[in-house]
């Protein structure tokens, strides 16, 4: 069944916590470069209910023990990647994508620079993750949000989890902008939807992106206000993460652009699309660790 109006808005990749609170945490091995190893950073980008495709990437990342050193995300992206950076496994980041329920992480309000105002979803992820802020975190950890003061690109790699995926993930029309500081800050996706750079800036030596806004091939036209808006979103991640992308080692690209904006009833699908995408890409992953171990200087 189909979703719309006001709980259509309810992004798919922003429900992969609701049932993390109470659920034990089985980690996978925190992984450290070696001297001589280079840094591995995942970059996983926006695109709204897409962002479950992220979950089938880090699957086969993990089943084949590619290291992950770093963790980039921005928008959809920082949902996966701060639950994944704290130590849930892929195994749990699936079970979670199929239990939750939309009424755990959603407050909606009046109209009013958003309909939605972020504060239980910011809640819930504390909650999920223990209270971990951004320093304290498994791999370490970089949500991407948008100064919308400035216009500049935001990188939070300290304090709280919570708030700062909220940032990453605020929607301008859809979610209340979010104040921290003295700042107010709205999706990153606005100027970094797929953050290749940041990673560059905070030491990655291989980039692996994951880019799930550029297919738009095969999906219906949207339907309601809400996924028009998301959608149109859509298009403007894909045009701006272009240049970007040039600058990553490594881009997969699951084919998910038959999964509307706010549909998340296709969750299973984008998980399968990310697992093909990153299997096909793996030769390719392996080889450019190969080539960089062979370069990187002693730490």
Do not use: W
């Not at 999906?219 to 028009?228: I, N, Q």
């Amino acid at each position: 069944m189909r979703i719309h109006g006001a709980h259509g808005i309810l992004l798919a990749a922003l429900l992969f916590c609701a049932s993390c609170a109470h659920r034990e945490v089985i980690s996978p091995p925190a992984v450290q470069p070696s001297p001589k190893a280079p840094k591995v950073a995942l970059a996983l980008g926006a695109g709204s209910s897409k962002g479950f495709a992220h979950i089938g990437v880090l699957k086969v990342l993990e089943a084949n023990k590619i290291p992950v050193h770093m963790i980039v995300g921005t928008s959809a992206g920082s949902f996966v990647g701060c639950f994944y950076a704290y130590g849930y496994n892929t195994y749990q980041l699936q079970r979670l994508a199929f239990s939750i329920e939309k009424g755990d992480i959603a407050d909606l309000t009046v109209p009013d620079n958003g309909f939605i105002k972020g504060e239980k979803l910011e809640e819930y992820v504390n909650r999920a993750v223990r209270n971990t802020p951004l320093e304290s975190m498994r791999i370490p950890f970089y949500a991407v949000a948008t100064d919308i003061q400035s216009g500049q690109e935001m990188v939070f790699g300290t304090g709280n989890t919570g708030k700062a995926v909220r940032a990453s993930c605020s929607i301008p029309g859809i979610f209340r902008p979010v104040r921290i500081g003295a700042r107010t800050y709205v999706d990153g996706g606005v100027v970094s939807p797929v953050a290749v750079d940041a990673a560059r800036r905070h030491g990655a030596d291989i980039v692996i992106a994951v880019d799930i806004s550029a297919d738009h091939d095969g999906g219906s036209a949207p339907e309601s206000t809400v996924d028009t808006l998301l959608h149109s979103i859509g298009i403007m991640y894909a045009k701006l993460s272009s240049i970007q992308l040039s600058r990553a080692d490594i881009v997969i690209r699951p084919k998910v652009g038959h999964i509307g904006a706010s549909d998340f009833n296709k969750r299973h699908e984008a998980i399968l699309e990310g697992e093909k995408a990153a299997q096909e890409a793996l030769p390719r992953i392996r080889a450019a660790i190969e080539a960089a171990s062979g370069s990187v200087p002693q730490r």
